[in-house]
């Protein structure tokens, strides 16, 4: 009989190799995959809005607009806003004894009030009642063909989206708004293919916006996949546009949304395939101009493209919307890709949204030109003068006294504060009504 110590060594090393690749097989069980996060954010988004105490009167507020005269109006909903309007009717100076007792019954009915509104809205749905653009403007044509709730609910989403992105501060909470929209609008075979892929990209928005990454990766990715399998014939003529012209467009905008939450999930690869097609595509539409420029030079870089990334940034150095000390920066960033083969240098990195955005200005025709076209002549005028002044500040400080300078600036920053009031009530009205606004007033109407 052999002695143990005689069995080849072999066995014991499989062995240590098998519990090994067991070992493995268990460590990759504990990662989860892109889909089980998606799925993991999805339920978070779910739980967010089941407790968020925005959307109470929010939901609140527009159950009570759709069902405004119709029978079998909850009586809940209405007795929460009849405990609002008694919160607001209380004083503001300060409070006797007995108006402090009645003050703390007010708001006690007020708290009663939103959790029974809060206990209705589990059973009971806005979408019980008519539309809210029948509410708005009774008798008149629907807006959309095939138009029904789940594409009231997509427009409003569109609306919240805007301004939930425009709110930086956080004044508005509209994140939770945005996620009840969107999961109010469906998409059925009636909608228009265009409306379809307007919410899945306002999905992927939404979530990206709200950190959500791996389940914007999916709806932008869906997204994606849908409009290359619709054909040209379903996209519709904008601004002169042939409809294959829309749709590439369409796919431009979709890659470079996908490529910026890419980079939030530090896929950078990923990312910079999603920015080259994006190039691709504004490529086959015939656009170039200093972005797309700057864009092909970072893509080429990454890639380690440098003769290509450097040709890149000769093409940028000859527009004429640079000034002269950017176009020598841009040239000097050229000659050190072809000498060195390195990547885009860093100061120009730092300088390129500064950079881009100045030549993008100027080649739209100015900032006066562009005010002009948002506010009008007039108040385009007044809102543009001050900045004219910093201008000449910026460029010859010196030729001005300190005493000048002071009072410059305090007639500009007053100039300014007056027309940028103006201006931002004249847009909203624009806005609002969508009417070309008298160019001849000096004051908000």
């Given at each position: ?211 959500y990454h791996y389940a914007a990766e999916e709806e932008l990715t ?54 080259e097609q994006g190039l691709r595509s504004l490529q086959t539409l ?160």
């Amino acid at each position: 009989m052999k002695d143990a110590s005689c069995r080849p060594r072999g066995s014991l090393r499989n062995r240590l190799a098998a519990l090994f690749l067991v070992g493995l097989t268990a460590c990759g069980g504990c990662r989860m995959t892109d889909a089980e996060r998606a799925a993991k954010e999805r339920a978070e988004i779910e739980e967010r809005m089941r407790d968020s105490v925005t959307l109470v009167p929010y939901r609140a507020f527009k159950l009570t607009l759709r069902a405004n005269g119709e029978a079998g109006a909850p009586e809940e909903v209405a007795q929460l806003w009849k405990a609002l309007a008694q919160t607001r009717a209380l004083p503001d100076k300060p409070l006797t004894d007995e108006a402090t007792r009645e003050a703390a019954r007010t708001y006690l009915d007020l708290g009663v009030a939103f959790y029974k509104a809060r206990k209705t809205l589990q059973t009971r749905d806005e979408d019980e009642f008519p539309l809210l653009w029948s509410k708005w403007v009774p008798g008149t044509p629907l807006p959309l063909p095939a138009y029904d709730e789940g594409q009231e609910h997509a427009l409003v989403a569109t609306v919240w989206l805007v301004l939930d992105k425009a709110a930086k501060a956080g004044r508005i909470p509209s994140t939770e708004l945005v996620f009840y929209e969107l999961s109010r609008a469906t998409p059925t075979s009636a909608w228009p293919p265009l409306l379809r892929l307007a919410v899945q990209a306002n999905r992927g928005l939404a979530f990206c916006q709200a950190g959500y990454h791996y389940a914007a990766e999916e709806e932008l990715t869906a997204f994606l996949a849908e409009t290359e399998r619709m054909p040209p014939d379903d996209f519709v003529s904008i601004d002169g546009a042939t409809p294959a012209q829309s749709r590439e467009t369409v796919l431009a905008a979709g890659h470079f949304l996908r490529a910026w939450n890419r980079m939030a999930l530090k896929r950078d690869r990923p990312a910079e395939d999603d920015i080259e097609q994006g190039l691709r595509s504004l490529q086959t539409l015939g656009v170039e101009n200093e972005l797309t420029w700057w864009g092909w030079a970072f893509i080429h870089s990454r890639r380690g493209r440098y003769d290509e990334a450097a040709a890149s940034l000769d093409r940028l150095a000859a527009s004429p919307f640079l000034e002269e000390t950017e176009r020598r920066e841009v040239h000097d960033s050229a000659e050190a890709l072809r000498h060195h083969g390195d990547s885009l240098p860093v100061f120009q990195q730092a300088r390129a949204g500064l950079l881009l955005g100045r030549a993008l200005l100027a080649r739209a025709g100015g900032l006066e030109h562009v005010l002009t076209v948002a506010l009008g002549p007039e108040r385009a005028k007044q809102l543009h003068a001050p900045l004219v002044w910093m201008d000449r500040v910026r460029q010859g400080t010196a030729s001005l006294t300190p005493e000048q300078l002071a009072q410059g600036a305090g007639e500009t920053l007053d100039r300014a504060r007056e027309a940028g009031s103006k201006g931002w009530d004249a847009l909203k009205q624009r806005l609002g009504n969508g009417t070309q606004e008298t160019t001849t007033q000096t004051s908000p109407p």
